[in-house]
């Protein structure tokens, strides 16, 4: 088990590389790094990781950049969801051609009913993956998805499995339900979303 350091508490330093000296000189190992001149570097920086990830000994789905100065850094300070001073860039994952084989449909406890892409087996970053979500109703007509049919399948950042398009059409129409597949309530169409349309009775969407 391998401990690498990213981030020093509770003591007061200029920039975030004398936080890594810091980390050096008391034996931890610090997350590499590389302090940026210009904002013209990131993207060659960016590249440059992308091509040494498949020799690094552990998973990695990108990388973050942050401001330098400490100083800095509390100046421009975070939202509720980010710090306004660091950017993460995500390496794109793999992808490859695989056959989706049924959609299957799962109630959410606010009465969505998301559709699941079930393909063939495919190893993506490490993973076997077999589901994809689809997110929403409009994704299916987006992407023209029918059973049977060739499709590129990735895992964006190396996590999340995502159908990105179809290579060759199937020849069955995917169903899409006229009743919840949990409690068989008629099934409504809003905006681009499947509900069942009594979510307060739906036992899956109650326990959900």
Not at 69 to 75: H, I, K, N
Not at 92 to 113: F, K, M, P, Y
Not at 143 to 150: M, S
Not at 169 to 180: D, E, K, M, Y
């Amino acid at each position: 088990l391998s401990f690498f350091t990213y981030d020093v508490l509770g003591i007061d330093f200029a920039t975030e590389l004398d936080k890594v000296e810091w980390v050096k000189e008391h034996g931890l190992a610090p997350v590499e790094t590389r302090l940026l001149s210009s904002v013209e570097e990131v993207q060659a920086s960016f590249e440059s990781w992308e091509r040494r990830r498949v020799d690094l000994d552990f998973e990695t789905d990108g990388v973050v950049y942050k401001v330098n100065d400490v100083g800095q850094q509390r100046r421009m300070g975070a939202t509720a969801h980010h710090p306004r001073y660091a950017i993460a860039y995500k390496f794109r994952g793999d992808s490859g051609v695989t056959t989706l084989e049924d959609v299957i449909w799962s109630v959410s406890r606010s009465g969505a009913i998301t559709p699941v892409a079930i393909v063939e087996g495919i190893e993506l970053s490490g993973a076997v993956v077999t589901r994809c979500s689809l997110h929403h109703l409009a994704v299916l007509a987006q992407l023209g998805l029918t059973l049977g049919a060739k499709v590129t399948a990735s895992r964006r950042g190396g996590v999340i499995p995502q159908l990105e398009n179809v290579v060759e059409p199937g020849t069955c129409a995917v169903c899409i339900p006229r009743l919840c597949p949990s409690c068989r309530a008629p099934t409504v169409v809003v905006d681009d979303f499947l509900r069942c349309s009594s979510p307060e009775s739906c036992v899956t969407a109650v326990l959900g």
